[in-house]
Nanobody
Framework: QVQLVESGGGLVQSGGSLRLSCAASGSIFSINAMGWYRQAPGKERELVARIASDQNTYYADSVKGRFTISRDNAKNTVYLKMNSLRPEDTAVYYC?????????????????WGQGTQVTVSS
């Protein structure tokens, strides 16, 4: 079992920045990919960014150049630095962990999920 706990969400003005953290614990040695998803009201959950154990990263087009995903293996923590935030970035952000990085491109490819943290960007 793997436990994921997100933190760092909040209310920020348009153009501002936030850094989300996801602390992982438990049987994390077999985890090969970590992702950040978000879900806005009435919308499907979407993959925002992903980082594999080889540091390979993926970003959704909507966040490229503004968001950065990184991991600190010593702390078992994954981060999502969000700059130039826009009102359309408002959503609940979820951290997720996958055993198989090859399928970590859809929600079904992830094996564990955090409880989510709210990010609200005001205009």
């Amino acid at each position: 079992q793997v436990q994921l706990v997100e933190s760092g969400g909040g209310l920020v003005q348009s153009g501002g920045s936030l850094r989300l953290s996801c602390a992982a614990s438990g049987s994390i040695f077999s985890i090969n990919a970590m992702g950040w998803y978000r879900q806005a009201p009435g919308k499907e959950r979407e993959l925002v960014a992903r980082i594999a154990s080889d540091q390979n990263t993926y970003y959704a087009d909507s966040v490229k150049g503004r968001f950065t995903i990184s991991r600190d293996n010593a702390k078992n923590t994954v981060y999502l630095k969000m700059n130039s935030l826009r009102p359309e970035d408002t959503a609940v952000y979820y951290c997720a962990a996958a055993y198989n990085s090859d399928v970590a491109t859809t929600t079904k490819g992830y094996d564990y999920w955090g409880q989510g943290t709210q990010v609200t960007v005001s205009s």
